[in-house]
Nanobody
Framework: QVQVVESGGGLVQPGGSLRLSCAASGSIFAIVTMGWYRQAPGKQRELVATITNGGDTNYTDSVKGRFTISRDNAKDAVYLQMSSLKPDDTAVYYC??????????????????WGQGTLVTVSS
């Protein structure tokens, strides 16, 4: 069983900052990519940022220069530092973890595991 747990969401005023954290644990190993996605009300889930185990990062255009993704490979953790937040950043933010998940039959399959999501609200 794999657990992916996010934390750090909340209410913040426009222009403010928040830091999201996510940690994976359980039967997952050789994690390659970790990332953050978000889903605003009435919209599809979209990529925010990803980071590989080698440190290569990718950001959606709307957050470039404002958000920074980082990770701690030793802790299987990923972070999202969000600054200059805008009302359009309001969404549920989901952590994604891509790695080998050990099944009940002892076979590991490359899978993506999602966290439960954390709500970020940007409003005055």
């Amino acid at each position: 069983q794999v657990q992916v747990v996010e934390s750090g969401g909340g209410l913040v005023q426009p222009g403010g900052s928040l830091r999201l954290s996510c940690a994976a644990s359980g039967s997952i190993f050789a994690i390659v990519t970790m990332g953050w996605y978000r889903q605003a009300p009435g919209k599809q889930r979209e990529l925010v940022a990803t980071i590989t185990n080698g440190g290569d990062t990718n950001y959606t255009d709307s957050v470039k220069g404002r958000f920074t993704i980082s990770r701690d490979n030793a802790k299987d953790a990923v972070y999202l530092q969000m600054s200059s937040l805008k009302p359009d950043d309001t969404a549920v933010y989901y952590c994604s973890v891509d790695g080998f998940v050990l099944g009940t039959g002892g076979i590991a399959e490359y899978s993506r595991v999602w966290g439960q999501g954390t709500l970020v609200t940007v409003s005055s």
